[in-house]
């Protein structure tokens, strides 16, 4: 029986059944609950947590895909959300003009998807998704682990990714370990005071090489759907 400290019997034995559950050994179910637990710790200081992916990669530590990385702290700052909630938004009908800004990123840059979204404390919904897509709300949403824009949304700046499968962050987000994105590109949506709302993106499910034209031209979108956005 293994034991570890501070555990009883009962506990040890829990431990066990579990790992089993999992088809881990004990010693891989307990260092992927610490690393885990340290990733939590990390976000929550404000820490770099690419180092310590890269570390934990570097020592064959997996961390769970069913428990993907919390949402960075920007993402609930309460000056952020309200510059959201502001905008009206979230939860309201499609509009052409959005639709059309979506479907010109998609065009422009030939991906098969294409979105304006906002990124809400733990929720990310789309204003507008190119292809087809329910027109009732709830159709235009996901939960915050499957945003790739959050990343955008936490930085500020444009996010390029070639193959988010390979990232050492994203790798573990279950929109890219089920194949919907594996390519990335998202340009912050930004109001006058620095906070970033949401993102133009495009995305495809396919490894792609975003050049700095990609970026200037889905730049120059966003900056169609930014000041429709906050010049209301």
């Known amino acids: 029986m293994i034991s570890l400290p501070g555990f009883n019997e009962w506990l040890d034995r829990a431990l066990v059944e579990q790992a089993a559950k999992a088809d881990q050994s ?23 947590p690419l180092d310590f992916l890269t570390h934990f990669s570097s ?31 979230l939860d309201a009908p499609r509009e052409k003009a959005y ?33 087809p897509a329910g027109d009732s709300p709830g159709s235009r949403e996901t939960s915050i682990d499957r945003s790739v824009c959050q990343y955008a949304v936490a930085s500020g700046e444009p996010l390029v990714i070639a193959d988010a499968r390979d990232d050492p962050v994203l790798k573990y987000n279950p929109a890219v370990t089920d194949g919907t994105v594996v390519s990335y590109l ?38 169609l759907a930014s000041d429709r956005i906050f010049d209301q």
């Not at 960075?72 to 909630?85: F, H, K």
């Not at 998609?106 to 809400?120: F, K, N, Q």
């Open 186 to 223: 998202g340009i912050p949506l930004v109001d006058s005071a620095d906070h970033a709302i949401g993102t133009l993106c495009v995305w495809d499910a396919n490894p792609r090489e975003w050049t700095s034209g990609h970026v200037t031209t889905l730049r120059d979108l966003a900056k």
């Open 26 to 48: 004990v010693e891989v179910y307990v260092a992927q609950a610490v690393a885990m637990r340290l990733m939590l710790d990390v976000n929550r200081h404000k820490e770099n």
């Open 59 to 89: 020592a064959n530590v997996q961390l769970s895909e069913s428990s993907p990385l919390p949402p960075p702290d920007v993402i609930t700052d309460p000056g952020r959300l309200q510059a959201l909630y502001d905008t009206g938004l």
């Open 99 to 131: 639709d059309r800004i979506a479907d010109m990123a998609a065009t422009a840059l030939a991906t098969p998807g294409a979105a304006i979204s906002l990124v809400d404390r733990d929720r990310q919904f789309f204003v507008s998704l190119h292809g």
